[in-house]
């Protein structure tokens, strides 16, 4: 009867799927909401025969009603990679805006605590590395990648509106490129990318000349990192990623290596305000989560590669 009831949004995707599972894991009743614009149900179709789980179709754009005691709020639905919000510049600019603003008067209403799921794409290109909280971001506005980015920098700041104005409790996570199982393997982001085209026996392609760095952090810390900061104390941004910083060029060779592959690398332009450089600084995170990430890349990409073969079959 006192089990805590956190509602989740974009629960059939990649990252909010991880989160259904830690919570259900943790003891918690997960009321899990999307509208599958990029998820996929099989995500979380394991946690459909649980009692503590319940699914609502919904797109977060519009009003929001959930029945019955909330006591937390993760707001994770958005498109995520730049593939999706290139093809739904739209959508993506509503949920960042309407759909947290909605979220925010749930939270509100059900005196709930809500954590939102901001990004490094808020630091733009950034001058500055790696990247404090502090640093303010090199974004473009009107360029294609600010849909994405503006979204959610006015996520951050109708966050710390409602906070400051009607003492919602919030949290906001500035989350570093992830990884893990049940990424979709034509997301058009690096990793699934490199992989699928190295299971299928296509040159890898690396956009530019592959010398601008990402740092890839593995879903299971990522998500330790999101339930810490959920539970602490601080409503101010809180990066979280793994530092470890590789060029793109370098990751390529890795997963050429880690799939015995012959394939080669093919360059291709840098698409328009492509970050050049991103790396976290989590000083925060260490000191106030005492959180920094366990799994490293090569047991994190083993995991991720056996995923995707099943998933292609191979
Ligand atoms: P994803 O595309 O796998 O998941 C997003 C989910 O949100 C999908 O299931 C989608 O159907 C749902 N959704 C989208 N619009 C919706 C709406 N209007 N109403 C209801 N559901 C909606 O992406 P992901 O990688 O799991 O990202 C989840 C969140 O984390 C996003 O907010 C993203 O911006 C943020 N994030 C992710 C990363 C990363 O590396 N994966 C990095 C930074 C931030």
């Not at 993506?92 to 209403?109: F, I, Y």
């Not at 409790?169 to 990424?183: D, L």
């Not at 299971?199 to 890898?204: A, E």
């Not at 910083?245 to 332009?269: D, G, R, V």
């Amino acid at each position: 009867m006192n089990m805590k009831r956190v509602l989740i949004t974009g629960a059939a995707g990649f990252l909010g799927s991880h989160l259904c599972d830690r919570f259900i894991a943790e003891g918690y009743q997960v009321v899990g909401m999307d509208n599958l614009l990029t998820g996929n149900l099989k995500n979380i179709e394991h946690l459909f025969p649980l009692k503590e789980f319940e699914y609502y179709h919904h797109d977060v754009s519009k009003f929001v009603h959930v029945p019955g005691k909330l006591d937390y709020i993760l707001h994770f639905a958005s498109p995520a990679s730049p593939i999706d919000y290139l093809k739904m510049p739209i959508q993506t600019l509503k949920v960042g805006s309407l759909g947290t603003h909605n979220l925010l008067g749930l939270a509100k209403e059900k005196k709930a605590r809500i954590l939102v799921a901001s990004t490094s794409e808020v630091y733009g290109d950034p001058t500055i590395h790696p990247q404090p909280e502090e640093y303010w971001g090199n974004v473009n506005p009107v360029g294609p990648r600010g849909v994405y980015d503006e979204a959610k920098r006015f996520m951050e700041s109708i966050t710390m509106a409602y906070h400051n104005f009607h003492g919602v409790e919030t949290r906001i996570i500035r989350i570093f490129n992830t990884y893990g199982p049940r990424m979709r393997l034509d997301d058009g982001r690096a990793l699934p990318a490199f992989m699928s085209q190295a299971l299928t026996g296509q040159d890898l392609t690396v956009f530019g000349d592959g010398s601008q760095t990402r740092s890839f952090c593995y879903v299971s810390d990522l998500v330790d990192g999101i339930y810490r900061l959920l539970l602490s104390d601080y409503h101010l941004p809180v990066n979280i990623g793994n530092p470890s910083e590789i060029t793109l060029k370098e990751f390529a060779e890795e997963i050429i290596a880690l799939t015995n592959s012959k394939q080669k690398i093919i360059y291709q332009p840098l698409p328009k305000d492509d970050p050049k450089q991103r790396k976290p600084d989590i000083t925060k995170a260490k000191e106030l989560l005492g959180w920094e990430p366990k799994v490293d890349r090569k047991e994190g990409l083993k995991i991720t590669y056996e995923y995707f073969k099943k998933a292609l079959n191979k």
